[in-house]
């Protein structure tokens, strides 16, 4: 892929950011975005990015889905996050340790692969492009 569709594709990335956090086609001026963190369309060899353009030139059309992703992942973790949303209020946990993603232990209920899970869950919203919460 060329670097200017995956600048666009990066600037596309940023304004989903804007939308699913502030409900904004634009950032607002001063809020740190998860964006920043990941990626850099403007200096190819930045080393302070998680993926500078560099990188992603030299990613195969799967490591860069991949990628993206892990970026819709912590923008989501992000939003709830910053909406005072606990990842514990969304579920219940009977039905959990029913699939195995809690277990019990002396009539406690344990965490076991549940970040495994909402990451997998997480990556099928992003892909079918369905919201996690209507």
Not at 40 to 66: F, G, P
Not at 80 to 100: F, P, R
Not at 104 to 115: F, G, W
């Amino acid at each position: 892929m060329e670097s200017v569709a995956i600048i666009k594709q990066l600037r596309k990335l940023k304004k989903a950011e804007c939308h699913i956090r502030f409900r904004q086609k634009s950032c607002p001026q001063g809020k740190h975005l998860v964006w920043s963190d990941f990626f850099d369309d403007k200096d190819a060899c930045n080393k302070s990015v998680k993926y500078n353009m560099n990188l992603l030139i030299c990613l195969s059309h799967e490591q860069r889905k991949e990628v993206y992703a892990l970026f819709y992942y912590q923008v989501y973790y992000v939003f709830y996050k910053e909406s005072g949303m606990s990842i514990l209020n969304l579920y219940d946990q009977n039905y959990l340790v029913n699939w195995g993603f809690y277990r019990m232990h002396q009539n406690k209920i344990l965490r076991s692969n549940l970040e495994g899970w909402l990451r997998t869950y997480i990556l099928i919203m992003v892909v079918t492009k369905r919201p996690l919460l209507k």
